[in-house]
């Protein structure tokens, strides 16, 4: 828990600084494919996941991109020809998430994702992301083996997060059931900032998918990974002693709360700035908790806690 | 003391086989308690030029793998000797692989149909597993040798494990007639002195003038003390065993596994590490020097009546449930059986299942326990060792606690059927919800008219005839006991309890307090069971097909016809609760309809009668929390807890509803419980926990537990402002 929590911390910094360059952000494009199911009951699943994924996606107001694939229209010709179309449209200030929905297969070489007609290869769909300028990208694979999809989809500054561990976890997975939730649970805002990071997302899945198999007492068919430092040295538990974790954490999935800096009235702006200020600080004084008395931690946390309670009770006036 | 009560049997057949007349000689030497030389002439035969006698030699010296590599060259040459194969399987079941001797008994007994030992091996096979087909192999054995006084002793064992002492001295006495050195058989009948209270039995003067060293009679006895739940009685036969004889192994081990089964753990752990270091390493021996490793993993708490046993990963968890359990327990049963246990009682929560089988090994009945009394020590799974909604946690200690307050007041000496049939009955008096349901097996049991007569109830335990004879004794005893207070009330209860203290049998329990002979008690019974349970026997057919028609109409589409179909059959059996349930369809189907309230009510019917499947009783509580029935929803979050308490959801849920109805106390145990499994948003979490203490006037806490909030999401509003009031 404690490292979860140095996690948050050291994310924190980012995300304000992040929140800090709100105003210059690019759009946000949000790319979901459901595959082939091979089964009625799969096609039906798999389109209701992506349906519900859209759905989600468009709460993040009317300036999200939102596209989706599933059934007939989620063929290998469809998709090149939205991501031809999206890559002349999407800017390098923009950020881009493809979401990836159904069964994979991987014969010891390539993992291919199963589509109506001929299939994509990892290697195949890895070009077609290249070719998006977007500088801040998400892939999250939720088929079974996108584990050997990994290593392929790589990159820097792109986060890619797979449903299990290797190409030899062939049983559907039920990652994607979780992922869908974590947009809809608020317990996956596990920081209270009123949105989702792809972090939060991930970490949230990983715990339900774990939970799932625990308390069904089955024995686990997927275990996700998780990476975002452009290699495919992938882990399940991302945090800073594995590097893992600090692009996630201000890659927002879902931010269907406005920002705070822009709809505050003028004459609170210094508010806004104590307000962050404070943040900072808190930061710091948890990085340097293991250094601290444990009493004296408490009291200046507590202290700058509630100067922060009462800061922000001041812009919610 | 099985494996070498076994031994000897062999011993006894294969001397009259066709051998080389030394390998009797040492067998006669052995057989006398003459040991070193017995070993010095085992040992001369190691240079026979037969690899069969030397098989046999090593065998006897108990050096198994040379033994075990003899009788493969033996097999070799005579392929078709059932000799060599039946002795060959004896190894393999002394060196404790049954599953290798049973397939060498039947190759044997292919070999030569008619060859008896190879039958008692089997038998012998079959014994270990307390599987009643090793009464039906000795009997087979003794119609092709009637003279094989080992089948005779066999049988002896066999009935003083059902408790059927007449028969077991029957046979004991037929093996004397064959043999008046039957060892064995003598031992069982010494077994029966012992159990009722004479130590001093003439049996076994007899047994140690022809074998002083004869340690296994011993452990004869420890067994049968053992499988009558009386351990501290088992521990001390082991120890005489081990006092004639210290090579003992088996002895020596099962001395270690009741130590153990005692809570004697430093003990038990140097009698199982000198089994295992004399390369004695039977799955008992391994699995219970395993499990004492893994105790620096548990914790122990301590009231004046209780000893809680927890793993150390789960005891934050289920403390504040299991411990107020028990103390209440312990209060009811005081109160119920007016009488204080000697010392406080111990319960050990395993969250590895196997860790809890390794507590049952070698004790009839081990399929489907969830707990296990010894004593004044309980074992039993941890919630989490089994799959949500599988059992009851609650119930189960309401069961095991009766166990331990029976066997101490009847100083050990009550039958199985009586204190299963009373725990079974306890359980049924804390809830109506929990005890035993009427399943489709017992249905099936009621109309064969399997129900076995009292004073035959413990064979059901042991010897089960059919699969779920175990589980549809349990359902009897427990019956016969709802029996006994329906009509003569909890008084008569307690004077058979003191009738059994008394050394009384079940007859003469039963005529003393009941005032009705046995065979009468029994028309009585059946006839109140077929009253409570006959129409649900009867349509038992009719029901299954309404209610398979019912599902395939739901499946099809013909949600009018499925309810129709349901209906009808409902109340035919309304005790059932297992998968795909009358209660469960119409449920949805209500649901289906938009009508909550009658889903709900349908569904408190399931619960109230029994039913445990989490997801349905997640399903109610979330109606009944809509609907606005807090009483209702309390309920249910409460069964939850008993059958699933490694659920978040279920607490967080719990809490919440618990502060809107004033109980902050239980609020804070519930919002500490969702800390406990380690949720994914610690923040909320410890918010919850906040707002209980707030509740509970606790400020202090409940501000040290915002802050925790803070520190994770300093942003989070709803605590910000709790922060606020608590700084006021």
Not at chain 1, 41 to 64: C, I, M, T, V
Not at chain 2, 27 to 54: I, M, N, W, Y
Not at chain 2, 511 to 517: G, K, T
Request: proline residues 4%.
């Amino acid at each position: 828990m404690a490292a979860a929590q140095t996690v948050g911390c050291s994310l924190r910094l980012l995300t304000v600084l992040f929140l800090a360059a709100l105003a210059a952000r690019g759009a946000d494009y949000f790319v979901t494919i459901a595959g082939l199911g091979g089964l009625p009951e799969y096609d039906k699943q798999f389109s209701d996941w992506a349906a519900q994924l859209d759905r989600q996606f468009r709460e993040n107001g009317p300036a999200a991109h939102v596209m989706t694939l599933s059934g007939s229209a989620a063929t290998k010709r469809e998709i090149q020809r939205a991501f031809e179309q999206l890559a002349a449209e999407i800017q390098t200030g923009d950020s881009f998430s493809l979401l990836l929905i159904g069964h994979g297969t991987f014969d010891g070489t390539d993992y291919k994702m199963n589509l109506p007609g001929p299939d994509i290869t990892a290697a195949e769909l890895a070009a077609l992301l290249n070719r998006i300028r977007a500088e801040r990208q998400l892939v999250v694979n939720m088929t079974s083996c996108s584990g050997a999809s990994l290593s392929a989809l790589a990159r820097k500054n792109r986060i890619v997060i797979v449903a299990t561990k290797s190409g030899n976890e062939k049983n559907a997975t039920v990652f994607p059931r979780y992922w869908i939730d974590a947009l809809r649970d608020p317990a996956a805002d596990t920081d209270k900032s009123g949105s989702v990071s792809a972090l939060e997302a991930f970490e949230y899945t990983e715990h339900k998918t774990a939970a799932y198999f625990e308390s069904q007492k089955l024995l686990a068919t997927e275990h996700p990974l998780f990476t975002d430092t452009g290699t495919a040295d992938a882990v399940r538990d991302p945090k800073p002693e594995n590097g893992q974790g600090l692009l996630a954490g201000s890659f927002l999935v879902l931010h269907p709360e406005a920002d705070e800096s822009k709809t505050v009235a003028p004459g609170k702006q210094k508010l806004i700035a104590r307000k962050e200020d404070l943040e900072a600080k808190i930061d710091r004084l948890k990085y340097e908790k293991a250094a601290i008395p444990p009493d004296e931690y408490k009291q200046q946390l507590t202290a700058l806690l509630l100067e922060l309670a009462r800061t922000q009770a001041e812009i919610d006036q | 003391m099985r494996s070498r009560f076994l031994l000897s049997l062999l011993l006894a057949f294969s001397a009259a086989g066709a051998r080389a007349g030394a390998l009797d000689t040492c067998r006669e030497l052995q057989h006398h308690g003459k040991l070193a030389a017995a070993q010095t002439c085992f040992a001369g035969l190691l240079t026979s030029p037969d690899p069969f006698v030397r098989a046999e030699a090593y065998f006897g010296l108990g050096r198994f793998d040379e033994a075990n590599e003899e009788f493969r060259t033996a097999y070799r040459n005579q392929p078709k000797s059932a000799i060599v194969k039946a002795e060959w399987g004896q190894l393999y079941l002394e060196h404790h692989q049954p599953g290798d001797a049973a397939t060498l008994f039947e190759e044997a007994i292919e070999a030569d149909q008619n060859y008896a030992p190879a039958y008692l091996g089997m038998a012998r096979v079959f014994a270990v597993s307390y599987d009643k087909r090793a009464k039906d192999l000795a009997y087979e054995a003794l119609k092709r040798d009637p003279k094989l006084a080992a089948a005779d002793e066999l049988l002896a064992y066999l009935a003083l494990e059902d408790n059927d002492s007449t028969a077991a001295t029957e046979e004991a006495r037929k093996a004397l007639a064959t043999s008046n050195e039957a060892l064995d058989g003598m031992a069982v009948l010494a077994s029966i002195d012992w159990l009722n209270e004479k130590p001093q039995s003439e049996w076994m003067d007899r047994i140690l003038k022809v074998n002083p060293a004869y340690g296994e009679a011993y452990a004869t006895g420890a067994h049968f003390f053992e499988i009558n739940r009386r351990y501290q009685q088992a521990i001390s036969y082991y120890r005489k065993a081990l006092e004639l004889n210290d090579h003992l192994w088996s002895a020596r081990s099962q001395l270690g596994v009741n130590l153990m089964r005692l809570g004697l753990d430093t003990e038990a752990k140097q009698q199982l590490e000198l089994c295992y270091a004399a390369h004695f390493r039977d799955a008992e021996t391994v699995n219970s020097l395993r499990l004492l490793d893994t105790l620096k993993d548990y914790e122990t708490f301590k009231t004046g009546t209780t000893e809680l046993v927890l793993n150390r990963k789960e005891a934050a968890l289920l403390r504040p449930y299991i411990e107020p359990e028990l103390q209440r327990d312990v209060a009811v049963y005081e109160r119920k059986y007016k009488m204080k246990l000697p010392g406080p009682v111990r319960l050990e929560v395993f969250p590895n299942h196997q860790d809890f089988v390794v507590r049952t090994l070698g004790l009839p009945g081990q399929g489907g326990l969830l707990g296990v009394t010894f004593g004044l020590v309980v074992a039993m799974d941890s919630p989490s060792a089994r799959s949500p909604g599988e059992f009851n946690w609650a119930s189960t200690v309401r069961h095991e606690l009766s166990h331990v307050y029976v066997l101490t007041a009847t100083h050990h000496l009550v039958p199985r059927w009586f204190t299963e049939g009373l725990a079974v009955h306890e359980e049924g008096a804390a809830s109506p919800d929990w005890g035993d349901r009427l399943t489709p097996d017992v249905i099936e049991a009621l109309r064969k008219k399997q129900l076995l007569p009292v004073l035959e109830l413990d064979r059901g335990f042991v010897h089960p005839e059919y699969p779920a004879q175990v589980l549809v004794s349990y359902y009897e005893a427990g019956k016969i006991c709802d029996f006994i207070v329906e009509k003569w009330g909890d008084d008569a209860i307690l004077g058979i309890i003191r009738s059994y203290a008394d050394r009384k049998t079940t007859a003469e329990a039963i005529e003393e307090n009941l005032h009705e002979p046995v065979a009468a008690f029994d028309k009585d019974f059946t006839a109140w069971l077929n009253r409570k349970t006959g129409d649900t026997v009867s349509h038992f057919y009719e029901w299954k097909r309404g209610m398979q028609q019912a599902y395939a109409d739901l499946k099809n589409g013909k949600k009018d016809d499925a309810a129709r179909e349901a209906n009808a059959v409902h109340g035919y059996y309304r005790d059932y609760v297992g998968g795909d349930s009358n209660y469960e369809l119409t449920a949805n189907l209500f649901l289906a309809r938009g009508d909550s309230a009658g889903a709900a009510n349908v569904l408190e019917q399931y619960r109230d009668a029994g039913g445990t499947n989490v997801e349905t009783l997640k399903k109610l509580a979330h109606l009944e929390t809509d609907l606005g029935h807090p009483k209702q929803a309390q309920v249910t979050l409460q069964k939850l807890n008993y059958v699933y308490p490694e659920d978040a959801e279920t607490h967080r849920m719990f809490g919440k509803l618990l502060l809107t109805t004033g109980d902050a106390n239980g609020a804070i145990r519930e919002a500490e419980a969702v800390l406990a499994l380690k949720p994914g948003d610690v923040a909320e979490s410890h918010y919850e926990l906040a707002k209980a203490y707030q509740a509970a006037n606790r400020r202090a806490e409940a501000k040290d537990q915002v802050i925790a909030a803070l520190e994770v999401a300093p942003n989070f509003k709803a605590a910000q402002q709790l922060l606020l009031q608590l700084s006021d």
